[in-house]
Structure formats: structure tokens, C-alpha cells
């Protein structure tokens, strides 16, 4: 299985801003589609931005404008750079992959969650 570890995530005024990235660790043979949800508090989980293995990207509506995805697909990493952040931003951002495994000559598609990293904005 693909281990996906978020970090960046933090304490931060109205206005201010954090870059949360996510690792992918495994036996990873190729991933495609990786995206970026959020939970708040009390709320069902949404997906705020996705970006696909050619570089397109979508978001949110109430995040478009102000949140950015990226990878690196040498590091095999996912990023997402929020500004102007808002009160109703804070949740909990998960990272998610869509990924192919090769281990021992076995490959398989898997669909992996990280743990979660707490982004808080205060008002």
C-alpha cells in the first residue's frame, strides 16, 4: 500500500497563509490522480483540489482563486499553497492518492488516505 504523510498544517490569522505537503512512500510503480480533501468540524469531507498525471488541475469553488496544487513527480510529492485563508477553511486537509503498486512482481491499483494534518484559521 502507498503511505501518504501530510505536513504544513498549522495556526494562522485571517489572511495569512500555509503550503501543506504530502510525501508518498512504497512500492509506488506510477501515480495518477492526487488530491487534497478537507473535513471540518461537524461536516461531511470535501474535496477541495485534485490534479491529475497530466497537470490538470480542479478546485473547490470556495477555494479557486486562493488555493494552489502542485507535484513533483520526481519526489514524489503533492502540495497545496493556500492564501487568504478564512475562518471556514479550518479542518482537517487529508492527502489522497490514486496509485499503481509493483511489489515482488505483483501490481495492483490502490486508492490510499494519509493520516490528516489540522489547519486552523482564527478570525
Known amino acids: 500500500q502507498v503511505q501518504l504523510v501530510e505536513s504544513g498544517g498549522g495556526l494562522v490569522q485571517a489572511g495569512g497563509s500555509l503550503r501543506l505537503s504530502c510525501a508518498a512512500s512504497g512500492s509506488i510503480f506510477s501515480i495518477n490522480a492526487l488530491r487534497w480533501y478537507r473535513q471540518a468540524l461537524g461536516k461531511q469531507r470535501e474535496l477541495v483540489a485534485g490534479?491529475?498525471?497530466?497537470?490538470?488541475?480542479d478546485y473547490a469553488d470556495s477555494v479557486r482563486g486562493r488555493f494552489t496544487i502542485s507535484r513533483d513527480n520526481a519526489k514524489n510529492m503533492v502540495y497545496l499553497q493556500m492564501i487568504n485563508l478564512k475562518p471556514e477553511d479550518t479542518a482537517v486537509y487529508y492527502c489522497?492518492?490514486?496509485?499503481?503498486?509493483?511489489?515482488?512482481?505483483?501490481?495492483?491499483?490502490?486508492?490510499?488516505w494519509g493520516q490528516g494534518t489540522q489547519v486552523t484559521v482564527s478570525s
Open positions: 490534479i491529475g498525471s497530466g497537470g490538470v488541475t
Open positions: 489522497n492518492a490514486e496509485a499503481r503498486l509493483c511489489d515482488n512482481g505483483l501490481c495492483y491499483n490502490r486508492n490510499s
